[in-house]
């Protein structure tokens, strides 16, 4: 969950989950909000350990490994559209589906918050559809496979 505060007119970004990891069991005391490597945005994740986790951990490593993501060259709001692209082809790439859930709908809602610098995105692709939250940077990123 993420919101945009005033205290004092000044805006912050909230951005708070619980700490329970669920896959097929439950671990109560994991990060579910994860600091991007650029240090203005945010990833968080509800639903399905399975999927969120290691798109999470790829959005990390993309921003690491591509300048303008890293060096803030990219707003938010592009960084938003480049992960989602990585994202796309991550979902692509999943194969071997247990039987008989070759079909199966992942739970599972990423969030991504930053610090806004442009308008946001309402929708992105048939397969992943981001839901602006207010007039904040967040955005929820589900994922339909």
Same mark, same amino acid.
């Given at each position: 969950? @993420?919101?945009? /505060? ?5 805006? +912050? ?5 619980? =700490? /329970?990891?669920?896959?097929? /069991?439950?671990?109560?005391?994991? %990060? ?12 968080s #994740?509800?639903? *399905? !350990?399975?999927? &969120? ?26 960084? /938003? ?5 990585? #994202? +796309? ?7 071997? #589906?247990?039987?008989?859930?070759d079909?199966?709908?992942?739970? @599972? ?13 309402? +929708?992105?692709? %048939? *397969?992943? &559809?981001? +839901?602006?939250?207010?007039? =904040? ?7 339909? !496979?």
């Open positions: 969950m @993420a919101w945009i /505060r005033t205290l004092v007119g000044t805006e +912050e970004l909230v951005v708070v989950s619980d =700490s /329970r990891l669920r896959w097929g /069991r439950s671990w109560d005391c994991c %990060p579910k909000i994860l600091m991007l490597p650029r240090t203005d945005s945010v990833i #994740f509800a639903g *399905s !350990t399975a999927y &969120t986790y290691p798109l999470m951990l790829q959005a990390i490593n993309a921003i690491r490994m591509y300048p303008p993501a890293m060096n803030r060259g990219m707003s938010v709001e592009q960084l /938003r559209g480049y992960l989602l692209q990585i #994202f +796309e082809n991550m979902r692509r790439d999943i194969h071997d #589906f247990p039987k008989p859930k079909n199966e709908q992942p739970d @599972a809602l990423i969030l991504l918050s930053g610090i806004r610098g442009g308008s946001h995105v309402s +929708e992105c692709g %048939p *397969s992943i &559809t981001i +839901e602006a939250l207010s007039d =904040s940077t967040s955005a929820h990123i589900v994922m339909d !496979t």
